[in-house]
């Protein structure tokens, strides 16, 4: 039986009567073994995994939607595109865009040096998650045609369709539409 390495890192006991050494599985023994440490057992309990086996299902079943919708152009367009304009809201858009990375490292800066990567992870994960909702129906909802007054129609710009380059007279109307979306979106 090959001897287990132990590692660099502690972990308290339950008692608090001090500090122990873990012992984790080189990598030589997960390969004989054919398995995982129980260090991953213990942080990813299969109820996680079974999540994360749904959200994974979910984003392929919407990528996959989003790649067989048709696509329709833009059935009302604005005026010609102004470059000065365009460049501007490009400026913004990337200049707001780098705000997310300043605002993970301020609140990496705010925790324990154990919890910065999370913490800053949290950030990058939470802005694609978040873009993926403004594509899917998030712009809808909040530029789309009106629905009883009090919210876009989700079908208006579902999975940015009629999003594209041609302005919008009523939303962008000397820029691309989809400049403006992203503009909005970040």
Known sequence: MTAVKPCHHYAATVAGRGRKRVNHMSQSKIHETGRLPEFFNQNFPASTR??????????ALASVVGILMPFRQPTNVGGAIDAGDTAWMLTATALVLLMTPGLSFFYG???????????????????????????????????GDSLFGIIGHPRTFFMFSRVGGATDPNLAPTIPLLLFALFQLK
């Open 109 to 143: 800066g705010m925790v324990r040096d154990k919890n910065v990567i999370s913490t800053m992870l949290q950030s990058f994960i939470s802005m694609g998650v978040i873009s993926l909702l403004w594509v899917v129906v998030g712009f809808s909802l909040a530029f």
């Open 50 to 59: 079974g999540q994360w086996v749904v959200i994974s299902i979910l984003l």
